[in-house]
């Protein structure tokens, strides 16, 4: 008999690739924080931050960085932006332009401080480098230096990468006018290497000289191999898109090796994160879910789960809807299960507490405790949940409490009516028979499943025509509707004399002036 291999986990397989060229390495990672970085820019960071930890788990001496690229340029007024406010401002760096809340220090601010938050709590832990910061010190005046000498080589690189010639003004600079502080509007038209300055044309009518020290940057594709070099950069991970043919990652090579003289780093490619139904997730149009908002209604081994369990070039599709509790409930099963261990180990898993309580109980059950941490715990040690940790099983049900809020869709929310509602009110002779009969043949520690039984049987014995109008008056007698939670599970949630109480009270014949109050939903 063959015993089973077990597949090298696709970290592992990255990290001995990286870890055979020997030596120290730093991991670099990044995003322009024009907008709410969202859970598809958390891909390149979750994968970067996996493979060091596999490297590292190799004896690699490794240095995991963030660059939060803050002084790129504002491109265009995104939709959630007051275009009174931002269209002037267009072509100027993110870090010199106003936060749109007015708390923080800049724009860029306004979007990097809640994303570095939520790295800490995913236990990602990274060496942040801001790209303004870079400038302004001279970090990248060589580079700079080397990026105007080298102008015609970089010019005939970029054509004969992507078959684009460049305009005879072109430059690898872009400095920053000091009358509109725009740097997408200027053109160089000298530069001293000995003064380290860069004399520039606006298109405002204005011209001058600025300092290679932060008076402008380096285009896209000549910063990112500038960087590489720079810092230096040995492996990075990066989006499907700068990897294609003639793509920033081809041209930055070939870069980062003629001008710069330094080797390119070791890709790790990724695919996007779509998010359901809206396609791959984008700032500019405004389709995004940020990760400290996901992080209110996930625990952070789930969305690290998310991106560990899949191979970098395979898509992952992300519904916050119902298919999020299916996310939760598998990242649980792993966790308590041998099956892929190496996945459950790089996402976190030893720090998770689990409960054994399924997410899609769970998000009915806090419905049912009206909100309550407490009444929930409750409801589930009485229906034989062994709730060892009450302070875990409380912190995931307030995850379930923000996921209703945030993101279930209608038909998943329902809330237990204290009093008989009117819906229950105006039912027929065949369902009060048929709710009378429930009442009388509910037994104490009856499982959900035994109860769903029940319905069907009692159904036929009442004369229902439809088994649906059955479960329909359970519906209507406890929650005010047509639909809710399965029926069998959702009676067994509940305190039993209180089910017993509200069925008897609409199978009565009649119900007028019957509006006492129900003694207490989950007690």
Not at 12 to 41: K, L, M, W, Y
Not at 176 to 191: H, L, N, P, W
Not at 423 to 442: I, Q, V
């Amino acid at each position: 008999m063959t015993a089973h291999v077990r597949e090298q986990h696709w970290a592992d397989e990255v990290a001995a690739q990286i870890a055979a060229q020997g030596g120290r390495h730093e991991i670099s990672t990044g995003i322009s924080p024009s907008g709410e970085i969202h859970i598809g820019n958390l891909r390149e960071v979750i994968t970067a931050d996996v493979v060091a930890r596999a490297l590292r788990e190799r004896g690699v001496e490794v240095v995991l960085d963030y660059v939060a690229d803050n002084f790129d340029p504002l491109r265009k007024v995104y939709p959630f932006l007051d275009r009174s406010v931002y269209e002037p401002l267009i072509g100027a760096p993110l870090s010199e332009i106003p936060c749109p809340c007015g708390r923080h220090p800049s724009y860029s601010a306004h979007y990097l401080e809640p994303f570095l938050d939520s790295l800490k709590v995913l236990r990602i832990d990274v060496k942040v480098i801001y790209a303004d910061q870079m400038y302004k010190s001279g970090f990248l005046v060589p580079q700079i230096v080397q990026a105007l000498e080298g102008r015609d080589a970089i010019a005939r690189i970029l054509q004969e990468c992507t078959g684009r010639q460049v305009e005879d003004d072109w430059s690898p600079f872009n400095p920053i006018c000091a009358t509109c502080r725009r740097m997408t509007e200027s053109q160089v038209r000298g530069f001293s290497a000995k003064d380290e300055t860069v004399d520039y044309a606006c298109r405002c009518g204005s011209s001058g000289t600025v300092s290679m020290r932060g008076g402008g940057k380096l285009t896209w594709r000549v910063d990112w191999p500038a960087r590489w070099a720079r810092i230096p950069v040995s492996v990075e991970p990066f989006g499907k898109d700068h990897a294609t043919r003639g793509g920033s990652y081809d041209t930055g090579a070939r870069i980062c090796r003629e001008v710069f003289q330094a080797p390119p780093p070791f890709p790790v490619t990724y695919e996007w994160i779509a998010f359901k139904g809206m396609g791959d997730m984008s700032k500019s149009k405004g389709n995004v879910l940020s990760v400290h908002r996901m992080l209110e209604v996930v625990p952070p081994e789930v969305l690290r789960y998310l991106v560990v369990k899949t191979r970098p070039m395979r898509s992952i599709s992300f519904d916050p809807g119902l298919p999020l509790l299916a996310l939760v409930d598998e990242f649980d099963d792993a966790a308590s299960s041998a099956r892929d261990p190496r996945a459950m180990t790089l996402s976190g898993a030893d720090q998770f507490k689990p409960i054994g309580v399924p997410f899609r109980h769970l998000v009915n059950v806090v419905q049912m405790a009206d909100f309550d941490l407490d009444q929930a715990v409750v409801i589930l040690k009485r229906n034989g949940y062994a709730i060892v940790d009450e302070a875990a099983a409380k912190e995931r049900a307030g995850y379930a409490i923000r996921w209703i809020r945030e993101f279930a869709p209608e038909e998943a929310k329902f809330s237990v009516q204290r009093t008989l509602p009117e819906a229950a009110r105006d039912l027929g002779a065949g369902e009060r028979e048929f709710l009378r009969r429930l009442a009388d043949r509910l037994a104490p520690g009856q499982s959900g499943e035994e109860i769903h039984a029940l319905v069907y049987d009692l159904a036929k014995e009442a004369g229902l025509e439809k088994t649906t109008t059955a479960f329909e008056s359970i519906y209507r007698v406890f929650l005010g509707r047509t639909r809710g939670p399965r029926a069998g599970w959702f009676l067994a949630f509940l305190d039993r004399p209180f089910v017993l109480a509200r069925l008897r009270e609409a199978a009565a014949a009649s119900v007028a002036g019957t509006a006492g109050k129900a003694p207490g939903v989950g007690a």
